[in-house]
């Protein structure tokens, strides 16, 4: 089963812009967490905001989560054709001892 | 260095061959999984396991096989029951109960043949 969903599914963007996805899921979770992967590769823990939690930031990533809406979005400012990846939400949930991973934003970062 | 580690990185597989994916780990993670990945898709579970001799199946366990018998191993095997087992492999740990982020290898790509 996918929890999440993210929209859109392919964003292109040009060095310097800011980047949002966003991420929608079904059920009541315990945390919600953002991983990159490039192409081929595997997935990079981001990070993890905790449902009683709101908003988090690490460097150029802002996260927010609403749990009454049961979504959360991520947004990469100031982007850099490094960037360029798929992204993936997750959920984690009581009851479910592993992550539950949504269908992913594919980011192209324009140099 | 500490890691996740999986191997091959390319695999190829006949009609009705079984195939075992392995995935070593040294981060001292109780919890281990393996995810399967189809072409511009998101990430479906498997096999699960939280213990050492312990696991359990996830949402399409339906053709694999999985063993537990060391904390640091995890393999996967895809059996001929599989019936569509073309797609990329991932397999990760964790430290294991809520709120933890998971360690992801660099992926086994299969192919049948």
């Known amino acids: 089963s996918q929890q999440g969903e993210e929209d859109p599914q392919a964003l292109s963007i040009q060095e310097g812009e800011n980047a949002t996805m966003n991420c929608s899921y079904k059920t009541s979770i315990n945390n919600l967490q953002w991983y990159r992967q490039n192409s081929g590769r595997g997935l990079v823990h981001l990070i993890l905001?905790?449902?009683?939690?709101r908003e988090k930031h690490s460097g150029r990533l802002r996260v927010t989560l609403d749990t009454s809406k049961k979504s959360s979005s991520l947004l990469i400012t100031a982007s850099r054709a490094a960037d360029t990846a798929s992204y993936f939400c997750a959920t984690g949930s009581t009851g479910r001892r592993a992550l539950t991973f949504g269908s992913g934003t594919r980011l192209q970062v324009q140099p | 260095d500490g890691g996740i580690t999986q191997s091959p990185k390319y695999l190829f597989r006949k009609e009705g061959q079984n195939v075992t994916l392995s995935c070593e780990q040294n981060?001292?993670?109780?919890?281990m999984y393996w995810y399967r990945q189809d072409p511009g898709q998101g990430l479906r579970l498997i096999y699960y396991s939280q213990i050492v001799n312990d696991f359990q199946k996830g949402d399409i366990a339906e053709g694999y096989s999985v063993s537990r018998e060391k904390k640091e191993s995890f393999p996967l095997t895809v059996t001929s029951a599989q019936k569509n087992p073309t797609a990329f492999y991932l397999c990760a740990s964790s430290k294991g109960g809520l709120n933890t982020e998971a360690f992801f290898g660099q992926g086994t790509r299969l192919t049948v043949v």
């Open positions: 981060l001292n993670h109780d919890a």
């Open positions: 905001i905790r449902s009683n939690e």
